[in-house]
């Protein structure tokens, strides 16, 4: 059997396990979520304009910037959130291998 024909199915093969497995995983954690519970003393501060003047002052706008960035980042790892932030990096892998499994040649050899 051609060795790219093989490469192809196992790439194809791949990338439905993964997408099946993404998908299950994502509706479980979907299901078993809980909403974030909110701190409202601690996400009151944060949102504080004292708050924003302290971390510009230390940092400059840079670090207002990075500062609502990073607490965005991590966010997405937190409850509802990653079941979607796991979909959407499980569909970005199986689109890639199977991305990948179509455009290999299966006339070339070796």
Do not use: P
């Amino acid at each position: 059997m051609n060795r790219n024909l093989q490469l192809k199915r196992r790439l194809n093969i791949s990338a439905a396990v993964i997408l099946a497995c993404g998908a299950v995983a994502s509706i479980v954690i979907y299901l078993k979520a809980t909403s974030v519970e909110e701190n409202l003393l601690v996400d009151g501060f944060l949102e504080s304009k004292a708050y924003r003047h302290e971390l510009e002052r230390y940092g400059g706008k840079l670090n207002v910037v990075s500062d609502d960035l990073l607490r965005w980042f991590n966010s997405l790892w937190q409850g509802e959130t990653l079941a979607f932030t796991i979909a959407t990096i499980t569909l970005l892998i199986a689109s890639l291998l199977f991305w990948l499994a179509r455009v290999i040649s299966t006339d070339l050899k070796g």
